[in-house]
């Protein structure tokens, strides 16, 4: 059984950061590419930044350039989101996801592309 786990959500004031990770099981971890995507109250879901097989290509939306950065690590099975200069509009949940079919590309991965989803995690920004 496949699953995928992010943690490292909370509460933190605009300007701090916060580390997600997405912990894989029951799958051969570096043969997938992983997205991140959040999804805001009232907003629909939003891919915002994906990585490679091999971690050496990312992509990130224009929302998170430059604050966000993703990475991996194969042997431990498990992705990574380091979110830095957080603002208000970063509040929403995260979640991570894993697809073989569609390749991390400049224009990142599409939501309707991945196969499996983690349950995601709740980052909150608020002073």
């Known amino acids: 059984q496949v699953q995928l786990v992010e943690s490292g959500g909370g509460l933190v004031q605009p300007g701090g950061s916060l580390r997600l990770s997405c912990a894989a099981s029951?799958?051969?971890?570096?043969?997938?590419?992983i997205g991140w995507f959040r999804q805001a109250p009232g907003k629909e879901r939003e891919g915002i930044s994906c990585?490679?097989?091999?971690?050496?290509?990312?992509y990130y939306a224009d929302s998170v350039k430059g604050r966000f950065t993703i990475s991996r690590d194969n042997a431990k099975n498990t992705a990574y989101l380091q979110m830095n200069s957080l603002k208000p509009e970063d509040t929403a949940v995260y979640y991570c996801?894993?697809?073989?079919?569609?390749?991390?590309?400049?224009?990142?991965?599409?939501?309707?592309?991945?196969?499996?989803w983690g349950k995601g995690t709740l980052v909150t920004v608020s002073s």
């Open positions: 029951g799958l051969t971890f570096d043969y997938y590419r």
């Open positions: 996801a894993a697809t073989r079919d569609y390749y991390c590309s400049d224009r990142g991965l599409p939501d309707y592309g991945m196969k499996f």
């Open positions: 990585i490679t097989t091999g971690g050496t290509r990312t």
